[in-house]
């Protein structure tokens, strides 16, 4: 076979994998910024292997909550729409501007994560300057319009920032038997241990990414769920795996406590050399980046479709919402960062769990209605839709408290 020829094969395999997969590479890219990281990391530090069943918990979750996505999807429904439809374009509208605004919550944190790492990595010192350049980038990526240019971008991304954490697992001995107990179920009455909860469970049953899937008919030209259950699971298996392995990790190496930038990388640096700090930031902020970015994507589709517009993925209504939920990212994480507690490892362990307890269970209870008017769902079906539907809604409605008291704290 000529070089010509292998090149040739390679890039067209390199295409059928990102098509086929690049939608859940970007579902994992928006769940796993660096917040996941450092709300792993903290999980870990702070409880060691006992918050591991979360994961599991969150994976089944995750893919039940896709499910009822992706039948919405292959039949062209998009979510808010049926939203509309119910409630009537009145009620409609506040409500996407409100979840849209709680949405940007995590860009506000992955934005300054991404200026931390930024500012770590160059001679730039000033936090401020470098969040602006983050998000300045993001409006970039915005600007290449095709769906299928940004998608390879951040499924290269998602790929290299997977590769490069998973290379800690290979350096430590884990404890089997102390990590295969952590998958035990156990519950603590305090208000950190309940807050993690559903920060795991808001950052990795991730809502926006329902909104962006229901609306991805025309983009993707799929209309059978079948390859949106196999594009969304490659995304969410990759996720959880990763996501146990950072615990672990954590729970092993960060034993006091105190989480920064680079703690989560220390690990890499000791088993493979300090250069491999430097790889870990990269990785991270890039993870931020990706996260901070795609995320929005989901309002862009949904506060045009509560007007009463069919936005297509990059048109201007499209690219107008996305570019002004940045900005005021940006607004909201200049004055946190200044004038309160929060920094920007602190953003990212927050602004999931606020997600968690406020846009999830309204989006997982919207979900729930609109497979159940449109389509005619088993009793099995029925029930574990509702059953995951639950233990998101009241797994929100305890914490909310504890979340609360964890917000006054750092302002």
């Given amino acids: 076979m000529s070089t010509a020829s292998y090149v040739e094969r390679s890039v067209m395999g390199t295409k059928q994998f990102v098509n086929r997969y690049g939608l859940g590479l970007l579902f994992a890219a928006n769940v796993f910024g660096a917040g996941s990281v450092f709300i792993l990391s903290q999980a870990g530090s702070d409880f060691g292997f006992a918050l591991l069943w979360v994961l599991p ?60 790492a930024f500012v770590y990595l160059t001679p730039l010192s000033n936090l401020y300057i ?43 001995d884990l404890p089997v038997g102390a990590v295969a107990s952590g998958f035990v179920p156990s519950f603590v009455s305090e208000f950190g241990y309940l807050t993690m909860i559903i920060a795991l469970l808001g950052t990795t049953v991730y809502y926006p990414n329902f909104f962006i899937q229901t609306s991805m008919s025309g983009t993707k030209d799929w209309d059978v769920v079948s390859k949106y259950r196999r594009d969304h699971t490659f995304g969410m298996l990759a996720v959880v795996a990763l996501s146990v392995a950072v615990m672990a990790v954590a729970a092993m190496t960060i034993p006091d406590g105190r989480l920064t930038l680079t703690a989560p990388g220390e690990p890499l640096a000791a088993a493979i050399g300090p250069w491999a700090l430097d790889v870990f930031v990269i990785a991270a902020g890039a993870a931020s980046f990706t996260s901070a ?21 990059g048109d201007r209504p499209f690219r107008l919402v996305v570019h002004a939920l940045i900005c005021l990212s940006v607004v909201l994480a200049l004055p946190l960062l200044a004038f309160t507690g929060f920094r920007p490892v602190t953003l990212a362990i927050t602004m999931p769990a606020v997600n968690g ?38 797994g929100s409605a305890l914490t909310a408290q504890s979340l609360a008291g964890t917000i006054a704290g750092y302002l």
């Fill in 57 to 116: 918990l969150a994976l089944l979750s995750g893919l039940v909550m896709h499910e009822m996505s992706a039948r919405l999807a292959a039949a062209d429904r998009p979510l808010m729409v049926y939203i509309k439809d119910r409630i009537g374009g009145t009620a409609a509208k506040p409500l996407a501007i409100g979840i849209a605004f709680i949405m940007q919550f995590w860009s506000v944190a992955n934005y300054a994560l991404a200026g931390a």
């Fill in 130 to 172: 470098g969040t602006v350049l983050m998000a300045a980038l993001g409006i970039a990526l915005v600007e290449l319009r095709l769906y299928n240019r940004i998608e390879g971008v951040i499924a290269a991304l998602v790929l290299a920032i997977f590769g490069s954490y998973l290379v800690i697992v290979l350096g430590l």
């Fill in 293 to 313: 970015t795609g995320t929005l994507f989901g309002a862009g589709f949904m506060l045009p479709q509560a007007f009463g517009h069919r936005p297509f993925f």
């Fill in 357 to 394: 307890v406020i846009g999830l269970p309204i989006t997982s209870i919207a979900l729930y209605a609109a497979v159940n008017r449109y389509f005619d769902p088993s009793r099995i079906e029925r029930a574990v839709f509702l059953a995951v539907v639950g233990v998101l809604f009241v």
